[in-house]
């Protein structure tokens, strides 16, 4: 197996985690993939990148229900869940890089060498953000509560449904974060945290 070093970050909503995850890998010189795996598995699949955003927004009652139940014809989401999660490996395996959402940190836990990072956040501190964030900055404070406690039920429903954990629980990550610290020094830190996982290596 490659010994070089992947991170995986999952975030809540208005937490800034894209442009955390984007940050760490401009200072690393390596790839960010995000939108870019809707791309990937579009062309793999040859649906469109429409279909593939909509489906990873559905899920079904049981992944495993649908394997026993349905044989090859899984349902739309499960079948982009599966082809997400093998381009991932496959792009684990290729290089170094920066993995956000999707489930990055279980689908690679066997991987030894995976730097996993959540980022959370206070309401205050989301809040500021929503205010400088496109979906969110023409949203009335009471609007953005319900951004915030709608994305959040999703994301965790997504990642509940699909892997052994629970979203957000801390055992699952290496390096817990708090926006509120900032985006800059919240980068600092996985940073850190990466260069001392190299480190271990030598």
């Known amino acids: 197996m490659a ?6 970050l999952s975030r809540e909503y208005c937490t800034g985690g894209r442009q955390i995850a984007q940050a760490v890998a401009d200072k690393l010189g390596i790839p960010c993939y995000d939108k870019e795996l809707i791309t990937i598995a579009a062309k793999q699949s040859g649906l469109s990148e429409a279909a593939i955003a909509a489906s ?3 899920r079904t009652g049981s992944l495993l229900y649908s394997l026993y ?9 499960d079948q982009v869940y599966i082809l997400q999660s093998n381009i991932i490996k496959k792009l684990a395996q290729e290089g170094p890089c920066v993995i956000l959402g999707r489930c990055g940190d279980y689908v690679l836990r066997d991987r030894p060498y995976t730097l996993k990072v959540f980022v959370h956040g206070d309401q205050d501190s989301r809040h500021e953000f929503a205010k400088t964030w496109g979906p969110t900055m023409n949203l009335d404070e009471r609007g953005v509560d319900i951004m915030l406690e709608k994305e959040d039920r999703r994301r965790a429903g997504y990642y509940n449904y699909y892997t052994e954990n629970r979203w957000g629980d801390v055992h699952n990550y290496d390096l817990v974060l708090n926006s509120r610290l900032g985006l800059d020094a919240c980068a600092d830190l996985v940073l850190q945290a990466y260069n001392h996982m190299e480190a271990l290596k030598k």
Do not use: Q, Y
């Open 3 to 8: 010994n070089h070093t992947v991170i995986t």
């Open 56 to 58: 990873e927004k559905r």
């Open 69 to 77: 139940s349905m044989g090859g014809d899984l349902p739309l989401a």
